[in-house]
């Protein structure tokens, strides 16, 4: 079992309640297709503050340049490979990165020729 497949058979604890992330549905996301979400804790069980999601990302497909206005997002790569892009320029993504992304900063994620599976946690800024 490698490492991604150890977080998707894990459990979320929160207020002493325990979720099997494996019962927890993979989602299309709305806007690219081959990119899959599944959503393991969200801003209505954190006061808005947090929001985690394992990302799966088919081989050779690209969550597209977006922004999110109101979070900044940790990546934390978990399996497969792939590149970020940012206005900096390209991240390489292998397990063990992780990265942090500014508040409404534009940014793409590309997986390599085996896919790509990280974790997203979003981080709410009050201005």
């Not at 985690?52 to 497909?61: A, H, Q, T």
């Not at 977006?66 to 997002?73: A, G, I, L, Y």
Request: proline residues 4%; contains cysteine; neutral net charge.
């Amino acid at each position: 079992m490698d490492l991604f497949e150890m977080f998707d058979a894990g459990a979320v604890m929160l207020a002493g309640k325990r979720t099997e992330i494996s019962r927890l549905a993979w989602n299309p996301h709305k806007d690219f297709k081959g990119v899959f979400l599944k959503n393991v804790l969200s801003e209505d069980q954190t006061d808005g503050l947090l929001a985690c999601k394992l990302v799966r990302i088919e081989p050779n497909r690209e969550l597209g340049m977006h922004t999110h206005p109101d979070s900044m997002e940790l990546h934390e790569v978990i399996a497969g490979g792939g590149v970020c892009i940012t206005k900096h320029g390209e991240t390489s993504y292998i397990p063990g990165t992780i990265s942090l992304i500014a508040r409404n900063a534009p940014h793409a994620v590309r997986a390599g020729e085996n896919g790509l599976c990280f974790f997203a946690k979003f981080v709410t800024v009050r201005a």
